[in-house]
């Protein structure tokens, strides 16, 4: 892939598929600007500009959720979506700022950030500047809303774009008429996603067209592309896609069912007939599989309600982990899992086989595991590079070993309060 390596000394990293592609993100919180942890697992060197006095607010957020998300001072969101970066302070709003920040712009890739476009220009690192400066760079900006229509200066947050995607209402029980709120950045999460695809394909389409250009995700067309599937359904057949509801469910083997321990276990098994007589002996139930109420799948839609009202009991005999000894020595192989918390699932012996999670060596939590990477690549590397950053904890290093700088050019620039 082309990189803009004039002038360039590499910072430290582990070779990855991004390896010589250098990141300056503009940005607090995690829309948008979290794609950087994800390149950065790539090999992306990602730099992260940071106000002087406060840094990113996303450090010290605890108005939300005071200090349940804070483990040894640090903020685990924080944690998670600023890896891989190396944090250099700038003030944006001072003129020497500036020209460093345009210095970095000359030796870079791509732009990252989540500014709205008043700020971008007020500050001058707007697309049509920082193009001046490199003509190759790939400017990426995420927003709230998008750039058109009524609501691009509006506030947007991760809860308030799941509102207007459906999402919201989507997840929740057909039976009740209550939004369901995921205590997860959901949007957020798949902002940056997003943004990270867009960024590699800029980069694609830079190396195969020689095309550089301004890229934009948002919180809502993202999260409208998570629920591409309910929005198609809506859109085509002309009504809402429903809630799912499990009393309702008109296939029972898709569905969960609480079991004695009050845990649950979820069944997904389209093909119902194929399994069907397997699935009556491994619960038991091998009494009502020739039953014409639910012999067949027609059968079974037919009386749906009675054949769950049937298992509801079933399952309540047993505890869900003596469900799923008794399935696993039965041999059946419809779809069935366990419903997890969140404990449970980060616990799970898969992800570490997998590399969904990882071993990693932190230098505050020290010996710890965090979530990996979830694309395998045979031949290029893919790994967590460092933990985030500190506030400004690279400026005096990016400084001397990118840009040149020597040490009464830092001072100058401290003394200036430019960083």
């Not at 979506?81 to 920040?101: A, C, H, P, Q, W």
């Not at 419809?334 to 616990?347: C, I, K, L, N, T």
């Not at 506030?391 to 001397?400: D, F, R």
Request: aromatic share 10%; glycine share 8%; with cysteine.
């Amino acid at each position: 892939m082309e990189t803009n390596s004039a002038n360039r000394k590499s910072l430290t990293r582990s070779k990855g598929i991004l390896e010589g592609i250098r990141v300056i993100e503009v940005g607090g919180f995690i829309n948008g600007v979290g794609a950087g942890f994800m390149l950065g697992d790539m090999g992306a060197e990602v730099i992260k500009v940071e106000e002087p006095t406060k840094g990113d607010p996303y450090r010290g957020l605890k108005q939300m959720y005071g200090d349940t998300m804070y483990v040894k001072g640090r903020h685990m969101g924080f944690e998670l979506f600023n890896r891989n970066k190396e944090s250099i302070t700038l003030d944006l709003k001072n003129e020497k700022g500036r020209k460093v920040l345009y210095k970095l712009i000359e030796r870079s890739d791509v732009f990252l950030t989540n500014h709205n476009e008043g700020v971008l220009k007020d500050l001058e690192i707007d697309y049509p500047t920082l193009k001046k400066y490199n003509k190759k760079i790939i400017y990426a900006v995420a927003s709230g809303y998008g750039s058109k229509g009524k609501l691009t200066e509006e506030r947007a947050y991760d809860l308030l774009a799941l509102a207007r995607s459906g999402l919201m209402w989507q997840m929740g029980e057909r039976d009740s008429n209550e939004p369901f709120v995921v205590a997860i950045p959901m949007s957020d999460t798949m902002g940056s996603i997003i943004m990270a695809y867009g960024i590699i394909c800029a980069l694609l389409a830079r190396e195969r067209l020689g095309v550089s250009q301004k890229i934009e995700t948002s919180l809502l067309g993202s999260t409208i592309f998570l629920n591409c599937y309910g929005i198609m359904s809506s859109l085509i057949r002309g009504r809402s896609w429903t809630r799912h509801s499990r009393k309702g469910s008109k296939n029972p083997m898709v569905n969960y069912y609480r079991c004695k321990d009050s845990k649950w276990l979820m069944l997904c098994e389209p093909q119902s007939d194929r399994f069907w007589a397997q699935f009556c002996k491994s619960c038991t139930i091998s009494n009502i599989e020739k039953d014409p109420r639910f012999e067949t799948a027609k059968a079974r839609r037919a009386h749906a309600t009675e054949l769950i009202e049937i298992l509801d009991k079933v399952f309540m005999e047993k505890t869900r982990d003596e469900w799923i000894t008794q399935f696993e020595r039965e041999g059946y192989k419809g779809g069935y899992s366990p419903v997890f918390d969140v404990d449970e699932a980060a616990r799970a012996p898969e992800l570490l086989e997998n590399e969904y999670v990882v071993e990693y060596n932190h230098r505050v939590f020290g010996n710890s595991k965090i979530p990996g990477f979830p694309v395998h690549f045979e031949k290029t590397n893919c790994m967590v590079q460092s933990e985030a950053p500190e506030h400004g904890q690279h400026t005096e290093k990016i400084l001397q070993d990118l840009l040149g700088f020597g040490w009464d050019k830092i001072s100058e620039l401290r003394k200036e309060k430019a960083i």
